[in-house]
Structure formats: structure tokens, C-alpha cells
């Protein structure tokens, strides 16, 4: 029994009789419910969401277009100020030649971040969209993170909204998740001081919700946060799908401490305890969303695979290029025959997906 009267067996209870889960409940199963317990119930929920026994997973690609950045967060070790002599901003043309390697392996998602360069006009990226689309017909351009968005209505004086409608103007339908951190503004003006407080990443998601376009919900733990904190964090989101359904997907990973301004202060990495606990509350706790992604990428392959038996249904992408957890010296790559192997192994059957999670094949 929890501090609170909340017992496992009572939120077992509200579970099976698909009652929503209180932030008393959230904080009972982070901070005292048997892992072991908590998995099997997360498990439960899965199946009965997804019965067939397939996970899926997307080929996909994650390039930078500058590492420019005027955000300074302190657990970010990509990016540079623009004087910086390892800066660099990318021409259209030269993504676009970088983005053809990736589709040649069978990319179907380009997932484009960079950081935020004051000296981009926001025609660079409505042209960016456009010469994607017509290069590319059958790929999806899952572009700029929350921030990057605020830094295009920043830059050309227009509202989110009018951004936002412009962008999906030139073809683009999808915005990833990244820079949520934790939705709870005493975290996040620790970490990130200058990135706004929680409600700028709500407020562009829920814009672009309402537009018509769908993303995913992150969150990066690990470092000043603690349960409240997270259980904040997961109620503000289950909150804002509950009005506009836009989010396709959950994604937790941990912070990487090295190389970052950060690591000073918090020198010890959360490891998979922790990882497979917060995946298991977010299942039960996420009550209206469809799918948990599991992050080999993140947290290891192994940590991958055992995600799959503590609620998660998705096992992400193939990241054919990636440097922001680079940048950290955390460096993790597969190729799609290995996602598949990966998944096999931990006793189910691969799918590939699109970014909608449209199957496009599944695998014996």
C-alpha cells in the first residue's frame, strides 16, 4: 500500500475496468510498485491493445541542417553559438543530396532537426519542404522540433499558427516531438532557461494538432526532475489528446550526460530499472494513446527488446544518421535487418510502419 492509500491492486483494479488513473496513482507506480508487477500490468494493457503480436518500427533517417543555436541548454552537446569555428548551416540542395542516401536505403520518414539560427529566414523552410516534396513523393518530411517552430515566428513576426499553416501549405503534415524535456516549468528552467516554459511546446503542438497535423510526445528524464514532475509532465499531454488526438505516439528516453554542461552536476546515467518503470507507468497512465515506443536507440538494444515486455508496442527507427546523441559520445546503429532480427528475438513479429503508423509490411 503507498503513502497515499493507492495499492497495485487498486490501480489494477481501475485498470481492468478502464477507469483513468489519478497523478496519486502515476506517482505510486514511479516511486513504490514492484517493477515486476507494474511490467506484467503494462504487458496486459499492451496486448489488449494490440493483439496481434506485431511490433512495428520505421525506416528512417535523422539529418541536421545547422547546429546553430542561440537556445544554450544545458544538456545539449550538439550544438554551437553562431561564431563558433565548428558551426555549420547546410543549403537545401546540400540536405537534400545527404537525405538521398538515407531514401536509398528505404527511408520513408526524414526526421530533419538542427537548432535554433536567428539567421535563417523562414523562407529557408518553406523552400526546404517544398524541394523535399518534389523530390521526394512517397517519403515524409517530419521536420523542426517545437522551438525551432517559435524560432520561425520569431524570425518572421507571424503567429504559430500562421507558421504552422504555411508549412503545411508547402506539404508538411508531421512535427516530431523533441525539446519536451519535462512539462513542468521548475525542471525545465533549470535545464533549458531559455527555451521558454512548458506551455511554448504545448502551445505549438496544440496549434498544430488543430491544424491537422500529427506528432509524437517525448520526454527526456534523468537529471533535476523527480516523480511529480513526471506525472506532471504525462498528464499534461494525456490532457491535450484527450481535446485533439494529435499525438501519434509516447516517447521516453534518458538523458546523456556526456559532454554536456549538465554532466557536471548529474554524473550518473539512469539506467534500465528506471527506463522500463517510467514505460510501464506511461502505458497505464497514457490511457488515450495508441502507441509506446520502445528506444533501442536510447537506451541499448537489449533495454530495447526487454521495453517490448513492459508496454511498449513500437521499437522506433532505424536513425540512419544521427549526431545529436552522438555529440554526447552515446553512440548506438542498426541497420533495418537488425531491428527486425531484434524484435524477433524478443518473441514477436516485426512491422514496418510509415510515420502514421500505417503498416507498410509485416514479417513472418
Given at each position: 500500500?503507498?503513502?497515499?492509500?493507492?495499492?497495485?491492486?487498486?490501480?489494477?483494479a481501475?485498470?481492468?475496468a478502464?477507469?483513468r488513473?489519478?497523478?496519486?496513482?502515476?506517482i505510486?507506480?514511479?516511486?513504490?510498485?514492484?517493477l515486476l508487477?507494474?511490467?506484467?500490468?503494462a504487458?496486459?494493457?499492451r496486448?489488449?491493445?494490440?493483439?496481434?503480436g506485431?511490433?512495428?518500427f520505421?525506416?528512417?533517417?535523422?539529418p541536421n541542417?545547422t547546429?546553430?543555436?542561440?537556445?544554450?541548454?544545458t544538456?545539449?552537446?550538439?550544438?554551437r553559438?553562431?561564431e563558433?569555428?565548428?558551426?555549420?548551416?547546410?543549403?537545401?540542395?546540400?540536405?537534400?543530396?545527404?537525405i538521398?542516401?538515407?531514401?536509398?536505403?528505404?527511408?520513408t520518414?526524414?526526421?530533419?532537426?538542427g537548432?535554433?539560427?536567428?539567421?535563417?529566414?523562414f523562407e529557408?523552410?518553406?523552400?526546404?519542404?517544398?524541394?523535399?516534396?518534389?523530390?521526394?513523393?512517397?517519403?515524409?518530411p517530419?521536420f523542426?522540433?517545437a522551438?525551432?517552430?517559435?524560432?520561425?515566428a520569431?524570425?518572421?513576426?507571424?503567429s504559430?499558427?500562421?507558421?504552422?499553416?504555411?508549412l503545411k501549405?508547402?506539404?508538411?503534415?508531421?512535427?516530431?516531438?523533441?525539446g519536451?524535456?519535462?512539462?513542468?516549468d521548475?525542471?525545465?528552467r533549470k535545464?533549458?532557461?531559455?527555451?521558454?516554459?512548458?506551455h511554448?511546446?504545448?502551445?505549438?503542438?496544440?496549434?498544430?494538432?488543430?491544424?491537422?497535423?500529427?506528432?509524437?510526445?517525448?520526454m527526456?528524464?534523468?537529471?533535476?526532475e523527480?516523480?511529480e514532475?513526471?506525472?506532471e509532465?504525462?498528464?499534461?499531454?494525456?490532457?491535450?489528446q484527450?481535446?485533439?488526438?494529435?499525438?501519434t505516439?509516447?516517447?521516453?528516453w534518458?538523458?546523456?550526460?556526456?559532454?554536456?554542461?549538465?554532466?557536471?552536476?548529474?554524473p550518473?546515467?539512469?539506467?534500465?530499472?528506471?527506463?522500463?518503470?517510467?514505460?510501464?507507468?506511461?502505458?497505464?497512465y497514457?490511457?488515450?494513446?495508441?502507441?509506446?515506443?520502445a528506444s533501442?536507440?536510447?537506451?541499448?538494444?537489449?533495454?530495447?527488446q526487454?521495453?517490448?515486455?513492459?508496454?511498449?508496442?513500437?521499437?522506433?527507427?532505424?536513425l540512419?544518421?544521427?549526431?545529436?546523441?552522438?555529440a554526447?559520445?552515446?553512440?548506438?546503429?542498426?541497420?533495418?535487418?537488425?531491428v527486425?532480427?531484434?524484435?524477433?528475438?524478443?518473441?514477436?513479429?516485426?512491422a514496418q510502419?510509415?510515420?502514421?503508423?500505417?503498416?507498410?509490411?509485416?514479417?513472418?
Amino acid at each position: 500500500m503507498g503513502m497515499n492509500g493507492t495499492s497495485l491492486d487498486s490501480i489494477r483494479a481501475k485498470v481492468h475496468a478502464g477507469k483513468r488513473l489519478s497523478q496519486k496513482d502515476g506517482i505510486y507506480l514511479l516511486r513504490e510498485a514492484p517493477l515486476l508487477d507494474l511490467g506484467q500490468i503494462a504487458m496486459e494493457v499492451r496486448q489488449r491493445r494490440h493483439p496481434d503480436g506485431f511490433v512495428t518500427f520505421v525506416v528512417d533517417s535523422n539529418p541536421n541542417y545547422t547546429n546553430v543555436c542561440n537556445i544554450d541548454c544545458t544538456f545539449c552537446a550538439f550544438y554551437r553559438p553562431p561564431e563558433h569555428d565548428q558551426s555549420y548551416t547546410h543549403s537545401i540542395e546540400t540536405m537534400l543530396e545527404t537525405i538521398d542516401k538515407s531514401v536509398d536505403k528505404g527511408a520513408t520518414t526524414i526526421l530533419m532537426q538542427g537548432g535554433v539560427n536567428p539567421e535563417l529566414p523562414f523562407e529557408y523552410y518553406l523552400d526546404m519542404v517544398r524541394a523535399f516534396r518534389k523530390r521526394y513523393t512517397d517519403v515524409t518530411p517530419h521536420f523542426w522540433s517545437a522551438v525551432e517552430i517559435e524560432g520561425m515566428a520569431t524570425v518572421s513576426g507571424l503567429s504559430l499558427r500562421e507558421v504552422l499553416t504555411q508549412l503545411k501549405a508547402a506539404g508538411q503534415t508531421t512535427i516530431p516531438g523533441g525539446g519536451a524535456e519535462i512539462l513542468a516549468d521548475r525542471v525545465r528552467r533549470k535545464i533549458s532557461h531559455k527555451k521558454g516554459v512548458a506551455h511554448s511546446w504545448i502551445d505549438v503542438h496544440r496549434e498544430a494538432h488543430v491544424l491537422g497535423f500529427r506528432s509524437t510526445a517525448t520526454m527526456m528524464y534523468g537529471h533535476v526532475e523527480d516523480e511529480e514532475d513526471i506525472v506532471e509532465h504525462l498528464d499534461v499531454i494525456r490532457k491535450l489528446q484527450d481535446k485533439h488526438h494529435g499525438f501519434t505516439a509516447f516517447v521516453p528516453w534518458s538523458f546523456k550526460p556526456g559532454n554536456t554542461p549538465l554532466n557536471k552536476k548529474i554524473p550518473f546515467h539512469a539506467g534500465p530499472n528506471r527506463y522500463l518503470r517510467i514505460l510501464a507507468a506511461s502505458r497505464l497512465y497514457l490511457d488515450n494513446f495508441e502507441h509506446i515506443q520502445a528506444s533501442w536507440f536510447s537506451e541499448g538494444k537489449k533495454t530495447g527488446q526487454v521495453a517490448l515486455h513492459w508496454g511498449a508496442d513500437d521499437f522506433g527507427g532505424t536513425l540512419f544518421e544521427e549526431n545529436v546523441h552522438a555529440a554526447t559520445g552515446f553512440i548506438n546503429k542498426t541497420t533495418t535487418e537488425e531491428v527486425k532480427i531484434l524484435i524477433r528475438e524478443a518473441g514477436f513479429k516485426p512491422a514496418q510502419r510509415t510515420t502514421l503508423y500505417e503498416i507498410i509490411k509485416r514479417f513472418k
